[in-house]
């Protein structure tokens, strides 16, 4: 059973251009959301997250954004990079703080020069 | 500063051989976590220890096993290793607020 879902395996976009990256997911009782990204032959980097009790989080060029109705959220870049060519995995975590994290399958982002 | 560290990076196992996997975790952070991340699929949580006790297991059987030790370093044992096995093994560390897992590079193992 998926609980986190990222059903886009890859996304190609132009340079200077939004990219959209999207995860559904299916558990109501996750209340922390998280977007990391991951370089060949690392581990996960973590990029940015956000609370269920907030819509909204932005850091520099990258924004969250959760719609707790839809159990959706989406992780916005603007503009894009070409070094933002790299696999992005959001994850969930409930507020039992045993340490677990749901990943999603990943989505490989393309920034075409 | 150091990361995570992990070791091996790589290793080859044969079907049915144990094997043991190693974390060391920034300076500071107690709690480390065991992710696998099979090719193609997001890490798969295995364990988190805090204080050298076990806080969470994930859906693996019982020949996955781990332990934490007094400088909160971390092994990752799993017996009778399987071809399905194979996978990259994650160890990640945080002080207590987990949402600020540190991710180390990985064990990539294969099981032949």
């Known amino acids: 059973d998926q609980q986190v879902k990222q059903n886009s395996p890859s996304l190609s976009v132009q340079e200077g251009r939004i990219s959209i990256l999207n995860c559904d997911y299916t558990?109501?009782?996750?209340?922390?959301f998280l977007w990391y990204k991951k370089y060949p032959a690392e581990g996960p980097t973590f990029l940015i997250s956000i609370s269920s009790i907030k819509d909204k989080n932005e850091d520099g060029r990258f924004t969250v954004f959760l719609n707790k109705s839809a159990k959706h959220l989406s992780l916005h870049i603007v503009p894009s990079q070409p070094g933002d060519s790299v696999v992005y995995f959001c994850?969930?975590?409930?507020?039992?703080?045993?340490?677990?994290?749901?990943f999603g399958q990943g989505t490989t982002l393309q920034v075409k020069p | 500063d150091a990361g995570v560290t992990q070791s091996p990076t790589h290793l080859i196992k044969t079907r049915g051989q144990h094997v043991t996997l190693r974390c060391s975790p920034i300076s500071g952070h107690k709690s480390v976590s065991w992710y696998q991340q099979v090719l193609g699929q997001g890490p798969q949580f295995i364990f988190q220890?805090?204080?050298?006790?076990?806080?969470g297991r994930g859906n693996f059987p019982d020949r996955f096993s781990a332990r934490q030790f007094p400088n909160y370093s971390s092994e990752l044992n799993v017996n009778a290793l399987l071809l399905g096995d194979s996978a990259l093994y994650l160890c990640a560390s945080s002080f207590d607020a987990w949402w600020s897992y540190t991710f180390g590079s990985g064990t990539r193992l294969t099981v032949v």
């Open positions: 994850a969930a975590s409930g507020s039992s703080n045993t340490g677990k994290l749901i």
């Open positions: 220890y805090y204080e050298k006790e076990e806080r």
């Open positions: 558990n109501s009782m996750f209340d922390y």
